[in-house]
């Protein structure tokens, strides 16, 4: 089902206030949709100034006609064009719902449409769930997403994908079921039992209703340092989470851990991409971040 912005105001009930909250605290989020490697830099530099105009919102109507003249450029590469459709989704923004609806209908004039329809499709959903005033709404929407990706459409790939990976980054336990049979449909057979076991542990953690930052810590805590693929997946997303939270206790969480970690004797050979600190790193913290935090790792010190 797809809806437009006045529709699901009505029925989802959006608060303005958490829309605001939502505008500043996907900073991190639309940083990470336009680092994109590959592209030429010219292309890159106007999707973050672009971006940036957005969030802060001071001329949204002349950024926003600036950013469809940036889609529907004939020189923009395609990966550039989906990054910034991904970054209008996170912005809790009605004009860019109304946006993406006019793309899905055919009402907005798009070239190359078949590169970023599968991305306006799953973002459209995407930013339903960010405008959401309260998780019944949100569970809506999901709810929506599960039951349009089993409909017959071209786009339902994207859609599913996007429904099965929040409905387990978020905790959502009501959604085990639909999570569980997705799976097995958009995934290859040797990646469905570990996507699984990576989706239920998510879920173990975030849906007992403890505080995020909390919830995590804990995961950090239980799960093993030097575990197979699955847990280092696990230990990867919840830094992740934890540093695109950026509070000061989240930074303390991981700062916690680093320094725990530190003092295990290695019981197998590093791979580094599984290293903790080095994946900090590969994902924008700096040396001097870690080290002001005491924390050394051989990784860094190695230059590696």
């Not at 055919?106 to 070239?111: I, S």
């Not at 791979?271 to 994902?283: F, V």
């Not at 935090?293 to 051989?298: M, T």
Request: proline share 4%.
């Amino acid at each position: 089902m797809v809806m437009s912005g006045a529709s699901i105001v009505a029925v989802l009930g959006f608060s303005k206030a958490f829309v605001a909250f939502i505008g500043m605290s996907s900073l991190v989020a639309a940083d990470r949709a336009v680092a994109y490697p590959g592209d030429q830099p010219p292309a890159a530099k106007q999707l973050r100034s672009i971006v940036e105009e957005l969030r802060e919102g001071s001329n949204p109507e002349e950024t926003f006609r600036s950013a469809k003249s940036f889609l529907n450029h004939d020189e923009t590469p395609a990966r550039a064009r989906r990054a910034l459709v991904r970054a209008l989704s996170t912005m809790g923004r009605n004009e860019h719902l109304n946006y993406f609806v006019m793309v899905m209908s055919g009402d907005a004039t798009v070239p190359r449409k078949r590169e970023i329809i599968g991305t306006v499709y799953h973002s459209y959903y995407n930013l339903l769930y960010v405008m959401s005033a309260d998780s019944t709404a949100r569970q809506a929407v999901l709810r929506m997403a599960f039951d349009f990706s089993s409909e017959k459409r071209t786009p339902k790939r994207w859609v599913t994908k996007w429904a099965v990976e929040k409905a387990c980054d978020q905790g959502h336990l009501e959604f085990s079921e639909d999570v569980k049979r997705k799976i097995q449909v958009i995934y290859h057979e040797r990646d469905r039992e570990p996507k699984t076991r990576i989706c239920e542990k998510k879920m173990e953690y975030l849906g007992g209703g403890k505080p995020l930052v909390s919830s995590l810590e804990t995961l950090l805590m239980n799960e093993d340092p030097y575990g197979g693929n699955v847990t280092q997946n696990i230990l990867r997303w919840a830094l992740e989470k934890l540093d695109k939270e950026g509070s000061d206790e989240a930074m303390e969480v991981i700062a916690s851990y680093l320094k725990r970690v530190q003092q295990l004797p290695e019981r197998r050979t590093h791979d580094p991409d599984y290293e903790p600190m080095y994946y900090l790193r590969k994902n924008g913290w700096r040396d001097s971040d870690l080290r002001a935090r005491g924390i050394v790792s051989k990784y860094l010190l190695e230059g590696k």
